[in-house]
């Protein structure tokens, strides 16, 4: 996990980016191949400086990178953070998934006392 300066760790940032549906949505668009802010606006009701804002926050969490080509600045997807945030969800997959073991064993138990 990398500590950005002011103790933001990347991975709070990606988090804090994904939890927008608007930016999910950018980043389903750029799986496709990069894009301008044009290219990206086209789905949503709201002007290309509000998109434009989302693709910062999803620049600064290292989710996207942007270039300049001629007069059109691209948005290219930057999948490795998603790697940090998919790891970190599925530490958790092990503690769910005896959960829901213990929760059948204890079903098992009242069925068997019934």
């Given amino acids: 996990m990398v500590l950005q300066p002011d103790g933001y760790d990347q991975l709070s ?3 804090a980016a994904l939890a927008d549906p608007t930016r999910r949505a950018i980043l389903r668009q750029l799986r496709d191949g990069d ?4 290219e990206l606006a086209k789905p ?5 400086p509000a998109v ?3 693709l910062k926050v999803l620049e600064q969490a290292g ?5 300049q080509r001629a007069t059109a600045r691209l ?7 998603l790697r940090a945030a998919v790891g970190w969800l599925m530490d958790y997959r092990a503690y769910w998934a005896e959960s829901f073991d213990r929760l059948d064993r204890l079903l098992d138990e009242l069925k068997d006392e019934s």
């Fill in 75 to 81: 948005s290219h997807l930057e999948a490795e953070p």
């Fill in 44 to 48: 949503f009701t709201m002007s290309q």
């Fill in 52 to 54: 434009s804002k989302h």
């Fill in 35 to 38: 894009a301008t802010v044009a």
């Fill in 63 to 67: 989710l996207i990178s942007r270039t």
């Fill in 13 to 15: 940032g990606v988090f």
